[in-house]
Nanobody, 117 residues
Framework: QVQLVESGGGLTQPGGSLRLSCAAS????????MGWYRQVPGQERELVAS???????NYGDSVKGRFTISRDNTKNTLYLQMNSLKPEDTAVYFC???????????WGQGTQVTVSS
């Protein structure tokens, strides 16, 4: 079955950087659109960034210019490079894979990112 496993979260200071990874298995990686979402307890899960199977990218307004989403289809891995981190970026970050053709939608378990002084 499909597995999405996030890694790379942790604690950093404001202005710091982290690189998240999402390792995908049980799926034809090149056939799915991928994305990063984040969620704070008690709040709605929000889109951080997405990248289509064609390589087109979208970013949430709050992270534009600071975050970069990428994918390596040879490694079946999704990445999120996060720079200039702010306390407001603190959240659990989730990897998502989806495919509109058959309404496929799968989530990882999440990785905690904490930005604090």
């Amino acid at each position: 079955q499909v597995q999405l496993v996030e890694s790379g979260g942790g604690l950093t200071q404001p202005g710091g950087s982290l690189r998240l990874s999402c390792a995908a298995s049980g799926i034809i990686f090149s056939d799915v659109n991928m994305g990063w979402y984040r969620q704070v307890p008690g709040q709605e899960r929000e889109l951080v960034a997405s990248i289509s199977r064609y390589g087109s990218r979208n970013y949430g307004d709050s992270v534009k210019g600071r975050f970069t989403i990428s994918r390596d289809n040879t490694k079946n891995t999704l990445y999120l490079q996060m720079n200039s981190l702010k306390p407001e970026d603190t959240a659990v970050y989730f990897c998502n894979a989806r495919r509109q053709r058959d309404s496929f939608n799968s989530w990882g378990q999440g990785t905690q990112v904490t930005v604090s002084s």
